[in-house]
Antibody
Framework: QVQLQESGPGLVKPSGTLSLTCAVSGGSISSSNWWSWVRQPPGKGLEWIGEIYHSGSTNYNPSLKSRVTISVDKSKNQFSLKLSSVTAADTAVYYC??????????????WGQGTLVTVSS | DIQMTQSPSSLSASVGDRVTITCQASQDISNYLNWYQQKPGKAPKLLIYDASNLETGVPSRFSGSGSGTDFTFTISSLQPEDIATYYCQQYDNLPPITFGGGTKVEIK
């Protein structure tokens, strides 16, 4: 059973950098999957931030691309998110998720429990 | 970006009712659409992938249909445990992957 666990500071100052890590257990991050970050502002819907393959290939949401970096650490079986120049609008629950790609199919089958990050001074 | 318009944004139905949610894409996405269920304080859970395929272990009262720009998600007989918010998600021509705005389902 694959499990994902987010970790990182729950409070970030405006203009600072949000940094989160997603630890993967029960499976290898080097498997043929994409590893994504998705966020959800309080009381609102889901927004895909971006994804990474174990090779290091990435895709980012164009709306956040200038501020986002997703990286992978195969030795620790984890991947990370950095979001720079944060504002209150970046306050959200951040989820990591495993993205399955089978031929033309793509879907998120495992998710972390989510971690609330608040941007405030 | 492909925009996903979900409706209604909320609904209230009785136990045993048939519930239908629609999702419209801003352009043709073939069948590249998934449906998720999210209960309060929890992560989303995959229910339907590729528009109509039921994820393993998901009750058969959940179903999906559609292709192109118009999609439907149905709960054939609403149960108390189905109280949640439901999201459609497209993955055609990414990035980005985009979600619908969500439909909150409540018991009448």
């Amino acid at each position: 059973q694959v499990q994902l666990q987010e970790s990182g500071p729950g409070l970030v100052k405006p203009s600072g950098t949000l940094s989160l890590t997603c630890a993967v257990s029960g499976g290898s991050i080097s498997s043929s999957n994409w590893w994504s970050w998705v966020r959800q502002p309080p009381g609102k819907g889901l927004e895909w931030i971006g994804e990474i393959y174990h090779s290091g290939s990435t895709n980012y949401n164009p709306s956040l691309k200038s501020r986002v970096t997703i990286s992978v650490d195969k030795s620790k079986n984890q991947f990370s998110l950095k979001l720079s120049s944060v504002t209150a609008a970046d306050t959200a629950v951040y989820y990591c998720a495993r993205g399955i790609q089978l031929w033309l199919s793509r879907y998120f089958d495992y998710w972390g429990q989510g971690t609330l990050v608040t941007v405030s001074s | 970006d492909i925009q996903m318009t979900q409706s209604p944004s909320s609904l209230s139905a009785s136990v045993g009712d048939r519930v239908t949610i629609t999702c419209q894409a801003s352009q043709d996405i073939s069948n590249y659409l998934n449906w998720y269920q999210q209960k309060p304080g929890k992560a989303p859970k995959l229910l339907i992938y590729d528009a109509s395929n039921l994820e393993t272990g998901v009750p058969s009262r959940f179903s999906g249909s559609g292709s192109g720009t118009d999609f439907t998600f149905t709960i054939s007989s609403l149960q108390p445990e189905d109280i949640a918010t439901y999201y459609c998600q497209q993955y055609d021509n990414l990035p980005p992957i985009t979600f619908g705005g969500g439909t909150k389902v409540e018991i009448k």
